[in-house]
């Protein structure tokens, strides 16, 4: 059973930066992946990198914004967003699996989600 906890949320203003964390229990190296819920919608692909971190791949909307990265040592995700919109306002979850996918049912471990609120 891997935990996952997610940190770094809060509120910032439009064109501000947040970090957020992701702290995983055990040593396997999984794939780690966020995504992203807004109120009234469905929970979406943000970013996901692999379990060597050597390869990622970002939603089309978070492109040249965010930067997810990872220390193995640390058993930790990063997730860099910088240039906030409002519409990256979301309850974000970090995510684990056997693979590195877009879609949720490829993680099979979920953190209990850190709320990012962007005001314009």
């Known amino acids: 059973q891997v935990q996952l906890v997610e940190s770094g949320g809060g509120l910032v203003q439009a064109g501000g930066s947040l970090r957020l964390s992701c702290a995983a229990s055990?040593?396997?190296?999984?794939?780690m992946a966020w995504f992203r819920q807004a109120p009234g919608k469905e929970r979406e692909f943000v970013v996901y990198?692999?379990?060597?971190?050597?390869?990622?791949d970002y939603a089309d909307s978070v492109k040249g914004r965010f930067t997810i990265s990872r220390d193995n040592a640390k058993n930790t995700v990063y997730l860099q967003m910088n240039s906030l919109k409002p519409e990256d306002a979301a309850v974000y979850y970090c995510?684990?699996?056997?693979?590195?996918?877009?879609?949720?049912?490829?993680?099979?471990?979920w953190g209990q989600g850190t709320q990012v609120t962007v005001s314009s």
């Open positions: 055990g040593r396997a190296r999984y794939a």
């Open positions: 990198i692999s379990g060597s971190g050597g390869t990622t």
């Open positions: 995510a684990a699996g056997s693979q590195a996918a877009w879609n949720l049912p490829k993680y099979s471990y």
